[in-house]
């Protein structure tokens, strides 16, 4: 089955900075890629996700690049804030009903003032 | 309603005794999930509903955990005789029916905790 691994496990950075999380998956099939935040003790939303047949979408200051052949894709925030600081899944759909997500073990975000 | 909603959003019990788990899914929306959610560990499938029926539910752990959807919007999630081990958060989520995976929108989960 699908398998999906997520580091960095922390991340700590200077507001202002730029924050990367990348993501691995194992199932070739896999053709929805979705990123999740969770603030604490709060539920997971979606800030933003991508398809197979992208390479690359972009939404204000939130980025996800995916490469197919590697079978990686990253999150890539510039500019971080304060309110960015929170737990980022990374998570590829899993052989299933479309809404079966396999998610990474989070990345827990950081953004000193 | 505004959102997928959860109930209790707590709930202690001891080793051994059954547990019921309530969701009411965002209105209209047919496919409702069940994900857990262990400490420090990101959200782990259990059971997918398309309307009243379970579509996939092999993520369940064993036939201690059961899911129910009778009329197709508010699902129930029982553990039987539960465990220690079984101490995690519940979340729920919602998402328009479509073959094409989408955005899953979760309810704030309901924390068990078993002694």
């Known amino acids: 089955g699908e398998n999906v691994e997520q580091h960095p496990s922390t991340l700590s950075v200077q507001e202002g900075d730029s924050a990367v999380i990348k993501c691995t998956y194992s199932?070739?099939?896999?053709?929805?890629f979705p990123w999740y935040k969770q603030e604490l003790g709060k539920r997971p939303q979606l800030i933003i996700d991508?398809?197979?047949?992208?390479g690359e979408k972009k939404d204000q200051r939130i980025a996800v690049t995916l490469n197919k052949t590697a079978k990686h894709f990253s999150l890539h925030i510039t500019e971080t804030q304060p309110e960015d600081s929170a737990v980022y899944f990374c998570?590829?759909?899993?052989?299933?009903?479309?809404?079966?997500?396999?998610f990474g073990q989070g990345t827990e975000l950081s953004v000193k003032p | 309603g505004a959102g997928v909603s959860q109930t209790p959003s707590n709930k202690v019990t001891e080793k051994g005794k059954y547990v019921e788990l309530r969701c009411d899914p965002i209105?209209?929306?047919?496919?409702l999930y069940w994900y857990r959610q262990s400490l420090g560990q990101g959200p782990e499938f259990l059971i997918y509903?398309?309307?009243?029926?379970?579509?996939?539910d092999s993520g369940l752990p064993n036939d201690r955990f059961f899911a129910v959807r009778p009329e197709g919007s508010v699902s129930t999630l029982k553990i039987q005789r539960t465990e220690r081990g079984d101490s995690a958060v519940y979340l729920c989520?919602?998402?328009?029916?479509?073959?094409?995976?989408?955005?899953?929108?979760f309810g704030e989960g309901s924390r068990l905790t078993v002694l």
């Open positions: 989520a919602s998402s328009l029916e479509g073959e094409a995976a989408g955005e899953l929108f």
């Open positions: 199932d070739s099939a896999s053709n929805y």
């Open positions: 991508i398809r197979s047949n992208v």
């Open positions: 998570a590829a759909k899993g052989p299933g009903g479309p809404g079966k997500l396999i």
């Open positions: 209105s209209g929306h047919t496919a």
């Open positions: 509903f398309q309307g009243t029926g379970a579509a996939d």
